[in-house]
């Protein structure tokens, strides 16, 4: 079975700063995880995913995350949180056949000027 | 560019009544998928459907059904609305078996009253 776990509903950054956001999943197959962001009233947007290639990956925005199997860890990171990133932002797994994700229950990202 | 619509971004509707919620993507993708999202639980699937006149229960399918006649339209009714289902639907879809990401609609904000 897939899951996956945010830790945090809640983040706050200054401007300038790290931006941390903690995923951990859950699978019995090898996992293919992605990030997503929600700005307010709108649908999710993909930021990254990992699909087996290279576990550092690289996506939109200037965000990043690293696969981490020995922790099933995925979590994201900025380095410098910008007014703009703040939004809503969601871990995903999806399922062996790739037809099922499974969400968090998302992490909201303050970032204070 | 590929695109997810949703029929209405809000709505407000009275106790008791059937509401239709509809979405269209226009990417030829076979599997379609119906969430709502609420603060603090995330997306919680509503129904899926893997192809015309298919569909399936996800997690949360009481008081809810779906239709999908057409490939590109997947549609989420509301047989008898309640309060308790006001929130934020979100429809997407895939492409079958690829595990790509899900492209999202940009949601319709339901309330009921």
């Known amino acids: 079975a897939q899951s996956v776990t945010q830790l945090g509903s809640h983040v706050s950054v200054s401007e300038g700063a790290l931006v941390l956001l903690r995923c951990n999943y859950s699978?019995?197959?090898?996992?293919?995880l992605f990030w997503y962001v929600q700005y307010p009233n709108q649908g999710l947007q993909l930021l990254l995913k990992?699909?087996?290639?290279?576990?550092l990956v690289k996506g939109i925005n200037g965000f990043e995350a690293e696969f981490k199997k020995s922790e099933t860890s995925f979590h994201l990171t900025k380095p410098s949180a910008h007014m703009s990133d703040a939004a809503e932002y969601f871990c995903?797994?999806?399922?062996?056949?790739?037809?099922?994700?499974?969400f968090g229950t998302g992490t909201s990202l303050t970032v204070i000027p | 560019d590929v695109k997810v619509t949703q029929s209405s971004r809000y709505l407000v509707k009275r106790t008791g009544e059937k509401v239709f919620l509809e979405c269209v993507q226009d990417?030829?993708?076979?599997?379609m998928f119906w969430y709502r999202q609420d603060p603090g639980l995330g997306l919680r699937l509503i129904y899926f459907?893997?192809?015309?006149?298919?569909?399936e229960k996800g997690d949360i399918p009481e008081g809810y059904s779906v239709s999908r006649e057409k490939k590109e339209r997947f549609s989420l009714i509301l047989e008898s609305a309640s309060t308790n289902q006001t929130s934020m639907y979100l429809c997407?879809?895939?492409?079958?078996?690829?595990?790509?990401?899900?492209?999202f609609g940009p949601g319709t904000r339901l309330l009921v009253l």
């Open positions: 995903a797994v999806s399922d062996p056949t790739g037809n099922q994700f499974y």
């Open positions: 699978s019995s197959v090898p996992p293919y």
């Open positions: 990992y699909t087996s290639a290279a576990t």
């Open positions: 990417m030829d993708h076979e599997n």
């Open positions: 459907s893997y192809d015309v006149k298919m569909k």
């Open positions: 997407a879809s895939i492409r079958s078996g690829r595990r790509e990401t899900q492209y």
